[in-house]
């Protein structure tokens, strides 16, 4: 077999293995939910469009960091496994041309998605530069060179296996890339645009320079794909448990506090349960996130009954994607062992669930708060959500 049937099939596998758990990601009720969500946040977009001032620092700041963002999330996809440094380390020249294929395959990956979120600010950019529909090329062009020079500096990193010469070429790209960003949304686009064909010019040349006399760093090949796959893993486990899933359990002792508002150490459940939400990340964290964007989607939005559906939206996600926490139950072994009832588990669970979801719907209907009704009205249908989620919803999905 050769190298390039080798990657050939294992890019088949990697295909096929994100597709047989990517179909438990995106199930009805998330597709619905995200439907819904995207309709809520282009209508809350659409609507504070109208509001922005040219002048406006704060929209500023915060396009800048969301495409700083975008520019430097990513990576290449090589498919080099750890064994991969010994027993392919023989044929490394034939490695090139099949790392090149994956070069290939990233750029076209990440300028898609980078022209995604470049064409969904580009109204944004129009109205802070109070300029032209024909700006729109130029803003979208600067973002998409941007892009493309992050991840050739990526696919040059493979190749650099002396550290100092890394972070220097490494600390003068992104700062670059700071600079374009920065010039492009606070001075000129011209300029920006400008800057970036300068530096698309200069890294390609070194990189085509280096490419020719360079051997591969295998360690960074490894390192790098590992991280990739992680990732892209953490994320699915957040829907349905895979082999892949790297799931971190701290001690987050400051949270002790917390633990004690959700468990006064009379249920076993209960108690277990509470430590494994806080100090396992795959559940912590996913609230906190779903949290936090929520409350900002929430907060910038001006219409009641908008706010209500995104609120809502929001809540059930959080309950749903909490629901897996049955299933740690159930494999526990302790568990196996004590003479509990499945009834115990699924009350536990609905205690959590619940005190989880009243916090969080005190904290939206903070954030939709406007100076008149709109915080009431959300927290009312929030806290219905919550019972009705609680008290028929869970027992129904969880019996």
């Known amino acids: 077999m050769t190298v390039s049937e080798l990657f050939k099939k294992r890019t088949g596998y990697y295909y096929r293995q994100l597709g047989k758990y990517l179909k438990y990601v995106f199930n009805d009720h998330f597709v619905i939910a995200l439907l819904i969500l995207l309709g809520a946040v282009g209508f809350t977009y659409s609507n504070y469009l109208e509001t922005v001032e040219p002048d406006a620092l704060l ?194 002792k400051p949270l002790d506090a917390f633990i004690n508002l959700f468990d006064r150490r009379t249920d076993l459940h209960s108690y277990y349960i509470s430590r494994v939400f806080f100090r396992q990340t795959s559940f912590s964290g996913l609230y906190i996130r779903l949290t936090v964007i929520g409350a900002v989607i929430l907060a910038l939005n001006s219409s009641t009954w908008l706010s209500v559906l995104i609120s809502l939206l929001f809540m059930y996600l959080i ?29 536990a669970i609905q205690k959590l669930i619940s ?14 708060y406007s100076g008149g009704m709109d915080s009431i009205i959300v927290l009312a249908a929030n806290l219905l959500f919550v019972y009705g989620f609680v008290r028929f919803y869970i027992p129904k999905r969880l019996g």
Not at 336 to 346: A, F, G, M, N, R
Not at 358 to 366: D, G, N, V, Y
């Open 319 to 347: 309950g749903f994607q909490l629901l897996p926490l049955k299933q740690l139950l159930d494999k526990t072994v302790y568990f196996k062992l004590y003479p509990v009832k499945d009834t115990d588990k699924i009350k």
């Open 59 to 252: 929209p500023r700041l915060i396009l800048f960091a969301f495409i700083i963002i975008v520019i430097k999330t990513g990576g290449i996809r090589t498919l080099i496994q750890p064994a991969d440094g010994i027993y392919l380390l023989p044929l490394e020249k034939k490695i090139g041309p099949v790392m090149r294929k994956n070069l290939i395959y990233s750029l076209i990956f990440s300028i898609f998605s980078a022209f995604l979120m470049a064409f969904l600010t580009a109204p944004l950019v129009l109205v802070l530069n109070q300029s032209e529909e024909q700006a729109s090329v130029i803003w979208i062009a600067t973002v998409l060179i941007a892009k493309t020079a992050d991840t050739l500096l990526s696919y040059y990193s493979f190749k650099l296996n002396k550290a100092e010469k890394e972070n220097k070429v490494r600390l003068m790209t992104n700062s670059a890339l700071f600079s374009i960003v920065f010039m492009t949304l606070f001075y000129s686009l011209l300029i920006g645009f400008l800057l970036s064909l300068a530096l698309m010019f200069l890294l390609g040349m070194y990189i085509l320079d280096s490419d020719k006399k360079t051997i591969w760093n295998w360690e960074r090949l490894i390192d790098s794909e590992q991280k990739r796959v992680q990732a892209i893993y953490k994320i699915i486990n957040l829907f349905v448990e895979t082999p892949y899933g790297n799931n971190k359990v701290k001690r987050m």
């Open 355 to 368: 005190k989880v979801l009243l916090i969080t719907a005190i904290l939206f209907s903070l954030a939709s």
